[in-house]
């Protein structure tokens, strides 16, 4: 997809508004460009794109929290919207002595999954940056860490398949026993957005 494609899916779904806080500022080429040299990573063409349309935020698909880097604003829930925080705090799972012993025999390939986002329920999901899928495009497969599960689950293919049929379809919850379709009446459109705005920090 091409930004002006992003930008036309953007334009169909729900964007909640940030309880009159001013939205985050988008990151641009510059920022990403920069990003990638400090942390050693090809973040996925169709990612770039993305995320310079929608930024980070959370209850993408009414599940999904997603990083973008250059932040220190917050998102509705008050936590931290960069990437980099993100990646470096899931880093710690590689030398965690809880984390290494449950997740034994999974540990190098957790190690190596690059995180920038998670579920409503905390399960981190990343680019596994040794599976690639497209050379060109940067892609990698996506996975997630369920709770209760010692090994990674392949949650997508690439960053468009895991927008289209994990945050706005039925991917996620497939991953589960006996998986319902989304419930539209009950739990009202799956297609939304909240965007990250400029809440103070919870910290400060």
């Known amino acids: 997809m091409s930004i002006k494609e992003w930008q036309e899916l953007y334009n169909s779904i729900e964007i909640i508004p940030a309880d009159g806080m001013p939205y985050a500022e988008l990151p641009n080429s510059k920022t990403l460009d920069e990003f990638e040299s400090s942390y050693n990573i090809k973040l996925p063409v169709a990612y770039r794109e993305f995320i310079q349309v929608f930024g980070p935020g959370s209850e993408l698909g009414q599940e999904f929290h997603v990083y973008a880097p250059g932040f220190t604003t917050c998102d509705r829930l008050k936590r931290n919207a960069d ?6 705090f ?3 799972l590689s030398t965690d002595s809880i984390s290494l012993k449950y997740h034994e025999g999974y540990n190098e390939q957790i190690a190596r999954i690059f995180f920038f986002a ?4 905390g399960e981190i999901i990343g680019w596994d940056v040794d599976d690639v899928r497209d050379e060109e495009k940067y ?13 990674p689950d392949l949650l997508a293919n690439s960053f468009k398949e895991f927008i289209e049929d ?11 026993e006996n998986p319902e379709p989304w419930d539209e009446e009950e739990f009202g459109s799956q297609r939304t957005f909240y965007p990250a705005a400029n809440y103070p920090d919870k910290n400060e």
Do not use: M, P
């Open 83 to 88: 990437l980099g925080t993100f990646q470096d």
């Open 139 to 151: 892609e990698y497969g996506i996975y997630i860490l369920v709770r209760g599960r010692r090994k």
């Open 166 to 176: 994990c945050c706005f379809s039925d991917g996620y919850s497939n991953l589960f």
């Open 118 to 121: 998670a579920s409503g329920a």
């Open 90 to 92: 899931t880093a710690s």
